[in-house]
DNA sequence: CGATCGTTTGATCCGCATCAAGATAGGTGG
DNA sequence: CCACCTATCTTGATGCGGATCAAACGATCG
C-alpha cells in the first residue's frame, strides 16, 4: 500500500514548475495545491489497478511509474513510463466507463502528490486548458508509436528511443546512462529482450553506440 | 479548393447532436455555431496539409475524411478516418508548434463546417470539457491501436476493425456493405493490401465472412 | 471492346518471436 | 576474499507472419 507522508515539506517552486500547473494565477493553484496529499510507493507498488474507479489521479513529485495494459489475452503490455511533472491517471478522469484502462506501478521507490477526483471538478476551469495540452500532445505521440510499429524496424525505434530519451531527460548525448533496466525499455517498445538485444548491437548503423547501461549517440539526424 | 456553400441549409437537430456541442447552453451553442461556415470537398480533396499552420478546424457534416501523416522516410500512413459528427484537425489546435500534424482529404465527397482558430478561442470555456472528453477517449483508442499492431495478427485486427466499424456506424452485423475501399482500410491497419485480401479468407476463425464489399458478423466475442 | 482501377493469388524473402543455453553483474553469507 | 545465487542480459538455432515482387482476375467506364 502507498504511504501517506504527513510531514513531508516538498519544494514550492518544483510544484509551481508542474506543466499541469502552468500560467495558473497563483490563488488557482494555490487553492489546487493544496487539496493535494504527498505519497510515497516502493518498487513495484501499484498506484492504481486496471478497471478501478477513477477517485484520485496523481502527479510525480520524484521516480518514475510504468503504465501497463493487460489484455484480453492476458499479455501484458506497457503503455507508457512516466516521470516527475508527468501526471498520471488523468485520462480515466475523462473516460465514460469512469475506470482505469491501465495500471500503474512504481519503477523504483516513488513520490507523488495525489488528487482527489472532485478537486479535480473543483479546479476544472483552470486546469482545463493545460489538460487539453497534454493530451493533444499525447494522442500525436501516441499516434507515431503505432505508426512506428508498422513502418520502422526494431533498431529504428531503439534509436528513436533512445534519442527522444536523451533530449527528454536533457543527458549529454557524449555519454549517459539508461534510467531503467532494459527489460522495461523492450516491453515499452513492443519487442521481445532478445530482440531488445540484438538491436542493441546494430545500433551503430544508427550513429549510436551501447554497452552496458551506457550510451553514446554520435549523430543527430533530423527525424524525431 | 474547398467550394464555400453560401445558401445550404444545414439541419439544426443534427448540429446539436455533436457531441463537441453536447451539455452546452443554447446561446453558447447559437453563439458557436454562427461562427461556422459550410464547405463542401469532393473526393480526395485536401481539408488541410500536414505542417500547415491550424488556422481552422471541422466538423464534418456529411461523408467521411481520411487523415494520413508522410513519414520522414517518404511514406504514407493512414492515421484516422473520421465520419459525420467528428471533429478534424482539433489535436492541432493545443499543438505547442501551431501545425497540423497530419494531412486530411475526402474519401468521397464530404460537407464540414469551418471553424476559425478564433471562433474556437472565443468559445474555449464552453468546448474545453467536450473537447477533454474526445482527446481522452482517443488517447486510449491510440493506444489500444499501438498495442494490437505488436500483439495481435493481421486476422485479428482486421476482426476487430470490422466489428468495430458494425458497432460504431450501427450497421447491421447479420450483413452490410463496407463503407470505405479495402485498400483504405489496409493503410488504416497499417499493413500491405495482399495481407488484408489474405486476412479476410482466414476471418471464419473469427466468426466473420466477408465477400467482396458484403460482411457477416456470427459471433460477436467479449474481446472488443 | 480495350483500358484502367481495385482486388486476389502465388512465390519468395526478411524480421522478429520463440525456445534454449550461456554470460555477466550484484548481492549474500561463509 | 571467494563461493554461491539470482536477476538481468546476451547469443544461437529455428519457425512463422507479413512485406515484397509479380501476375492474373474482375468490375466499371468511356
Not at 495500471?103 to 523504483?108: I, L, M, P, Q, W
Not at 508498422?150 to 536523451?166: D, G, N, Y
Amino acid at each position: 500500500m502507498l504511504q501517506r507522508l504527513l510531514f513531508y515539506t516538498p519544494c514550492p517552486d518544483f510544484i509551481a514548475g508542474f506543466p499541469l500547473l502552468a500560467g495558473l494565477q497563483e490563488h488557482e493553484r494555490d487553492a489546487f495545491v493544496g487539496e493535494g496529499r504527498f505519497f510515497s510507493g516502493h518498487k513495484k507498488e501499484l498506484l492504481f489497478r486496471q478497471g478501478d474507479p477513477v477517485k484520485y489521479f496523481y502527479i510525480i513529485y520524484a521516480g518514475s511509474v510504468r503504465l501497463f495494459h493487460l489484455t484480453p489475452e492476458g499479455c501484458e503490455v506497457t503503455t507508457d513510463i512516466r516521470t516527475k511533472r508527468d501526471t498520471v491517471g488523468t485520462s480515466g478522469l475523462l473516460e465514460p466507463t469512469g475506470t482505469h484502462h491501465s495500471s500503474a506501478e512504481a519503477v523504483d521507490d516513488v513520490v507523488v502528490m495525489e488528487f482527489s477526483r472532485e478537486s479535480f471538478e473543483k479546479s476544472l476551469r483552470a486546469l482545463s486548458f493545460n489538460l487539453l495540452t497534454e493530451f493533444a500532445q499525447r494522442v500525436n505521440v501516441k499516434q507515431m508509436e503505432a505508426e512506428q510499429r508498422s513502418v520502422m524496424t526494431a533498431v529504428q525505434r531503439l534509436a528513436c528511443f533512445l534519442r527522444r530519451l536523451c533530449v527528454a531527460n536533457d543527458l549529454n548525448p557524449q555519454g549517459f546512462d539508461l534510467p531503467y533496466s532494459k527489460s522495461l525499455m523492450a516491453t515499452r517498445l513492443g519487442m521481445q529482450m532478445e530482440t531488445l538485444s540484438r538491436a542493441g548491437a546494430r545500433l551503430k548503423e544508427q550513429g549510436i553506440s551501447m554497452k552496458g547501461k551506457r550510451v553514446w549517440i554520435d549523430a543527430v539526424p533530423a527525424n524525431a
